[in-house]
């Protein structure tokens, strides 16, 4: 063999023995990868979920003050009644029809009244009868986004006590013998009448609930002077299609404060010696005039 052939023999063997040594880790390398997952475009992150469609909606309210103090000026004060309906599914624009139906009604606390007929007999008015109501609302006040008519039924009004047609008026024990229900309703509804007259039975101008967006809502109901000291409820109620779809009630305390308490716990605690403070003051104010008068005569 010749010198360069045996050269060239000994460089192929030696890349035989090295392809030998790698061929293992090439083969290694070669192993087929795990499939990619495919990836779809980046989504935004979700916002706020909107309200299900399934959701039942649900009516929350409160009034703008807790208590109202009573005192020798008080003239009359004025209670905002606001809320908002949870899950509402009212449209952005309604264009003027009422998806949904707000009615608060404000009611004093209830007492007892007297209410008596008068007859003419020969010429004169004289009292000839009557009726002992043992439970009237002293304050009844009625406010909503239309008339009630247009919001429900009578019977739906009337299991809920709303409107003056379906307040409740208890009448005292044994009355319901002694008269028939017309002549019942007749008294019942002297004492509406004669409530109205005092400005403590009212029902609030037309829209007398106004919606501010599609959920957000409020009232203002006007308590005059003469309005009982005692607590109010405020009873918020939410219709759809004539139906309640839900209600909430909130409370308010009508205090005395300063002066007129005093004198009220005094009265009610020791009527007997405040009669007589009253007598004498009577007595002395009577005198100091007499004193006066005479003397501008003189």
């Not at 990868?33 to 409160?62: H, I, N, S, T, Y």
């Not at 007999?121 to 006040?141: E, H």
């Not at 019942?188 to 101008?205: D, M, N």
Request: with cysteine; glycine share 8%; proline share 6%.
């Amino acid at each position: 063999m010749q010198p360069g052939a045996a050269a060239m023999t000994c460089r192929r063997l030696a890349v035989a023995a090295m392809l030998a040594l790698v061929a293992p880790a090439l083969a290694q390398d070669a192993l087929p990868l795990p499939p990619r997952v495919l990836m779809g475009p980046r989504q935004p992150p979700a916002g706020p979920a909107g309200p299900r469609k399934d959701a039942v909606e649900r009516v929350e309210a409160d009034v703008s003050t807790r208590s109202v103090e009573v005192t020798t000026g008080f003239t009359g004060h004025e209670i905002l009644v606001f809320g908002a309906i949870d899950n509402s599914q009212q449209p952005e624009d309604t264009a003027g029809n009422y998806y949904y139906d707000v009615v608060v009604v404000v009611e004093g606390t209830p007492y007892a009244v007297v209410v008596r007929r008068k007859s003419d007999i020969a010429g004169v008015w004289i009292n000839t009868s009557s009726v002992l109501f043992a439970s009237v609302p002293s304050y009844y006040a009625i406010a909503s986004t239309r008339s009630l008519d247009q919001i429900a039924g009578p019977a739906v009004l009337e299991r809920n006590s709303i409107g003056f047609a379906h307040i409740q008026m208890t009448p005292a024990v044994g009355v319901k013998w002694n008269l028939s229900d017309y002549e019942l309703a007749g008294f019942r509804a002297a004492v509406i009448r004669l409530k109205q007259k005092e400005h403590l039975y009212v029902v609030e101008a037309k829209e007398g609930v106004t919606f501010t967006g599609r959920s957000l809502f409020r009232s203002t109901i006007a308590l005059p002077g003469n309005v009982p000291v005692g607590p109010l409820v405020a009873r918020t109620y939410l219709f759809r299609d004539g139906e309640v779809l839900s209600a909430h009630i909130a409370r308010v305390t009508l205090e005395r404060k300063g002066i007129e308490r005093v004198l009220h716990d005094f009265a009610f605690r020791y009527p007997f010696t405040y009669g007589i403070i009253a007598v004498m003051l009577a007595v002395l104010a009577g005198l100091s005039g007499s004193m006066f008068f005479r003397r501008e005569t003189a």
